[in-house]
């Protein structure tokens, strides 16, 4: 029963701040590394960012390096999506992930349903 819900998502101006939320439950996501994907409409999937257990954030697109990071509430078990600058290219639909291990490098399983991020002026 392991699951996530994303919250968070919403209308932001470009140049703008948004912080998303995912909250676990079944499973302490302290114990696992956990990642953030997107995907906007007629493109895939893509990984953004994940948070090992040892707080090691890895990013996996140059275009959000500067822009957005991640932290963790354990005693919440809610990882958070921090994003800074926003920019159009960010509107997608914005999933979180449970790893398979502590690092970042052991892939992904059980998927939260998704929030929408709309950046528009």
């Known amino acids: 029963q392991v699951q996530f819900v994303e919250s968070g998502g919403g209308l932001v101006q470009p140049g703008g701040s948004l912080r998303l939320s995912c909250a676990a439950s079944?499973?302490?996501?302290?114990?696992?590394?956990i990642g953030w994907f997107r995907q906007a409409p007629g493109k895939e999937r893509e990984a953004v960012l994940c948070?090992?257990?040892?707080?090691?954030?890895?990013y996996y697109s140059d275009s959000v390096k500067d822009r957005f990071t991640v932290s963790r509430d354990n005693g919440r078990n809610t990882v958070y999506l921090q994003m800074n600058s926003v920019r159009s290219e960010d509107t997608a639909v914005y999933y979180c992930?449970?790893?398979?291990?502590?690092?970042?490098?052991?892939?992904?399983?059980?998927w939260g349903q998704g929030t929408q991020v709309t950046v528009s002026s």
């Open positions: 079944g499973f302490s996501s302290a114990s696992y590394a």
């Open positions: 992930a449970k790893g398979r291990h502590v690092w970042c490098s052991t892939g992904f399983h059980y």
């Open positions: 948070i090992a257990v040892s707080e090691q954030i890895t």
